[in-house]
């Protein structure tokens, strides 16, 4: 069974990779004989057409830039960020606040927190009204909606990936013993500024090398955030290629072919610069770690503050929308409320969301299966696939793969636009499910599995009443993760399904590019609403599933069981 499992996990999530490179590269190419025809020859031998059509078109230099400068600025200060949160609040008081603030922050999707920034810094947005009702004029004010250099969308992409890369630091954390070594320092005459600095960063950085990729990669081919408030004449490199990509002449398809190998490109050398980067400052250049203790100050202590009060401010923001009937500019608040929104919105609610939580349950159920049959594969083997290879859909820009996949799915037969959304969703789920199961897996004792199959258990009795029983916490969490990941899809979605197969986000960004806020804002309440869900049950589970220790409430206070926890047996 465990091979099995291996196997299709191989063929679902590995396998199809290939053709995906090769779906990027042949169109790229111009080089498509099964769509050729007599009107568009140049597409049956190979040439550069593709690539010329995507530079010479105008502003696409300035869109590059637009998405590195946005992309690549993001990226650092969110990791700048997660560090000074780190660093003044690891193991104190705040810690455990800025611990349960995390939840609520990672449940809220990327295109709900995008629809409730846009109405608190949009020209007409709160913060505006809110300068207006002072006294002020707010007419001069800059606005953070689709300005030209990206500005908001710097500030949205940054909020929402903090938090993601605070709790993969946890663990890491963890890992390194920050206690031991704040004291073997603290001792040598180190500061908590500079033990953080010189001693912590050094091993942190590294570790973290997988999260960032992937923050990075996405902010340098975001396409859903960007659509809602990212600069628009011209659009980041990744909007402007999805409206290639858009275009109904098949003649056009290679130029949006070339722009996805370019982004692809544009990413694989911003890691690389990132990884260059890592190594000068922490391998070539060591002169700041050995220059011995200074007495410095780091900044951080408050820092979360922004990062949880403002996702805070944009859901009271989205449900006064939701029932504002009239609302005026510079009014506070709506002068009529009613909720004929909600009851017109009402039917298609139902049925976008039914189709929303089936492709959530049953791609994260295959992804959960898929992914515990791989974790028992290698502890029962040795053997394992490359984590690398597991972590491509992570850190490659979902356009350039998704463009490949879907020309690789035109070569079959039949319009099975649902099966493929539910197996790209899988395919984008199983690399998460993995990073949140992997490190559970691994701190396993084997000990206690060994135990269960002495007293005479079968290797399925063992794990199901073992192994699974200790592991159901993080296994709710995982599910958790996997269920927003599959609802917050917006690229496999619209791709795959060739706009057949209709969810939550994929309304949620069509009704944001400028239909009624009111509407928008029903919409962004339930895609935040869904995961919230999620990552509450799941909590609420883990925190009641596993094994807990039973207290003995008549405990003894004899001087033999307080010293030597034996019993007094008089």
């Keep these: ?40 020859p140049r597409l049956s031998t190979v040439n550069l057409d593709g690539f010329h059509q995507a530079l010479l078109w105008p502003g696409v230099s300035q869109s590059i830039l637009l998405s590195l400068f946005t992309g690549v600025t993001s990226s650092i200060i969110a990791l700048t960020l997660t560090f000074l949160i780190l660093q003044a609040n690891w193991h104190k008081p705040r810690w455990q606040k800025i611990e349960r603030m995390l939840s609520p922050m990672l449940a809220m999707p990327h295109v709900a927190f995008a629809i409730g920034f846009a109405f608190l810094f949009s020209p007409t947005g709160w913060i505006y009204r809110a300068i207006e009702s002072l006294g002020f004029s707010s007419h001069d004010a800059p606005s953070l909606i689709q300005d030209p250099y990206g500005f908001g969308l710097i500030t949205a992409l940054t909020i929402k990936e903090t938090p993601f890369l605070v709790l993969m630091s946890v663990s890491i954390l963890k890992q390194l013993h920050v206690d031991r070594l704040y004291a073997s320092a603290s001792g040598l005459g180190y500061n908590r500024a500079d033990v ?3 001693v912590i960063l050094p091993q942190w950085l590294p570790k973290m090398r997988l999260p960032f990729y992937a923050v990075l990669a996405f902010g340098l081919s975001v396409v859903d955030v960007a659509l809602i408030i990212g600069p628009t004449r011209p659009p980041t490199f990744s909007v402007l290629v999805w409206q290639w990509f858009n275009e109904p002449d098949i003649s056009l398809l290679p130029r949006a072919a070339a722009g996805t190998l370019c982004l692809l490109l544009i990413a694989f050398m911003a890691l690389a610069t990132a990884r260059l980067f890592e190594w000068l400052i922490l391998s070539y250049w060591r002169n700041w770690q050995t220059q011995g203790a200074k007495p410095r100050q780091l900044w ?25 009937q009239r609302w005026r500019f510079p009014d506070i608040f709506p002068s009529r409320l009613n909720t004929r929104f909600w009851q017109q919105e009402l039917p298609s609610l139902w049925e976008l969301t039914s189709t929303s939580l089936v492709l959530a349950l049953i791609s994260t159920g295959i992804a959960l ?14 053997r394992s696939i490359p984590f690398w290879l597991i972590a491509i859909p992570m850190v490659i820009p979902q356009l350039s793969l998704l463009f490949g996949l879907q020309v690789a799915t035109h070569f079959i037969a039949g319009q099975h636009y649902w099966l493929w959304v539910c197996w790209s969703h899988v395919l984008f789920v199983f690399p998460y499910l993995y990073l949140a199961l992997d490190g559970p897996w691994r701190s396993f004792d084997a000990r206690l599995y060994q135990s269960a199959r002495s007293l005479g258990l079968t290797h399925w009795q063992a794990w199901w009443k073992v192994k699974r029983v200790l592991l159901q916490p993080s296994i709710w969490i995982a599910v958790a993760i996997g269920l927003s990941v599959s609802l917050t899809q917006y690229l496999p979605t619209q791709m795959l399904g060739a706009g057949r197969v209709s969810t939550i986000t994929t309304e ?4 944001a590019s400028g239909q009624d806020r009111r509407v928008s804002a029903i919409y962004g309440i339930l895609q935040g609403l869904l995961p919230f869900i999620f990552f509450s049950l799941a909590l609420f589970a883990s925190n009641h599933s596993g094994i807990r220790p039973r207290v003995n409430k008549q405990r003894s206070t004899s001087t033999d069981e307080f010293i030597c926890g034996k019993p007094n047996y008089k």
Excluded: N
Excluded at 300 to 324: D, H, K, M, N
Excluded at 373 to 382: A, H, N, T, V
Excluded at 508 to 511: K, M, Q, R
């Design 508 to 511: 949620a960004v069509a009704l």
């Design 196 to 198: 953080w600095l010189k």
């Design 1 to 40: 069974m465990i091979h099995i499992l291996f196997l299709s996990a191989i063929l679902l999530c590995i396998l199809p990779l290939i053709p995906g490179m090769a779906g990027i590269l042949l169109p790229a190419f111009s080089w498509l004989p099964s769509v050729a025809t007599q009107q568009i």
């Design 300 to 324: 951080g202590a408050t820092s979360y503050v922004p990062l949880g009060i403002l996702p805070l401010c944009i859901i009271p923001i989205l449900i006064i929308w939701s029932f504002a």
């Design 369 to 382: 299966v898929l992914t515990i049959g791989c974790l028992e594969y290698r502890d029962k083997y040795q």
